[in-house]
């Protein structure tokens, strides 16, 4: 367990936060840094064909120790952390939990009530960020998770198992992780990202998704003579919102639920620019929220003579499609979390994984957990029991594969 967790505080030690307004990939230098370190690490543990791309793709390679023609099964992770708040200079403190309330610091406190998800950890021991910035669970928990089962493997030759590749993949949370990801030599028949949540998350439907651009052109004058004159911008963006259904917003869905996000917004009298996210898990609910949305632009531009233009693009998509022919692969991985005595929580994804895009290239990826909880913010947090239990499902996964 000390492993593990000196293995996972190393890496949240890389600041690897992504940008979505880079064109390059990866998308910051930082995280070729961590790629870097990790190509070191896994040459030294003993991984074959180690190699990292010049986009900061790192791949390795634990060869065959059987004589089975077993199939060649991936495991992947991502190294970036979201652009939500800051991943520099992570604090972590470790919090052996009795119940109640959990301080960060003098400002900030995590509340029983507030997620009471937490009175099912007492007794656990907990690694919290210091409240100033996140963790870095997502997903440097599934890095760590995926190291150390591979460590353990070479270490342990008497555990017969197929080939097994790994990858780890830049920018994953802003939507581009698996865009450039080389699918034909990885050369797996399957895979799982190690992305997901809390123990026993096993997850193969995500978001349908999508991102929106508007930008909207008012006409400033002189706010004394304005009368029929002044188009306010700021206000036609509001007028757009407003036209939106309130209840398919973020804060009032869950489950299969779909939404409409407003991210951004910096608007003036002169100029406006809106950003959205569209999510939903059905595939006509989605493309209805993408009509709703161009239809009220255009209403908008006849109302006050074309002054809004919006740009629509597909993110990612559900993988629930591409999976579905390969139900195998599920019950491979229900089954090893059934034998370590983990419940298997199936459940769609209420965000989307390096697996969606994966699964439509080709490379049939569901999801696993990487154990933590409250991704993206300075509540992030992980107990020290879901990485070793991430460990085991890795390799109980690849010992299963084998025994078939």
Known sequence: MKDIVERFLKYVSFE???DDSSETCPSTENQLVLAKYLVEELTNIGMKEVTMDKNGYVYATLPSNTNKNVPIVGFIAHMDTAPDLTGKNVNPKFVDYKGGDIKLNDEYVMTEKEFPFLKNLIGERLITTDGTTLLGADDKSGIAIIVSAMEYLIENPSIKHGTVKVGFTPDEEIGRGANLFDVKNFAADFAYTIDGGPVGELEYENFNAASVEITIKGKNVHPGSAKNIMLNSSLIGIEINSLLPSAQRPE??????GFFLLDEFNGTVEETKMFYIIRDHDIELFNKKKELITNIVEFINKKYGNVAIINISDSYFNMKEKIEPHMEIIELASKSMKDLNIEPIIQP????????????MGLPCPNLFAGGYNFHGRYEFIPVSSLTKGKDLVIKIIENLEAK
């Open 16 to 18: 690897t936060t992504s």
């Open 252 to 257: 009032h869905t869950e489950g299969y639920e």
């Open 349 to 360: 994804i209420r965000g989307g994984t390096d697996g969606a895009t994966l699964s439509y």
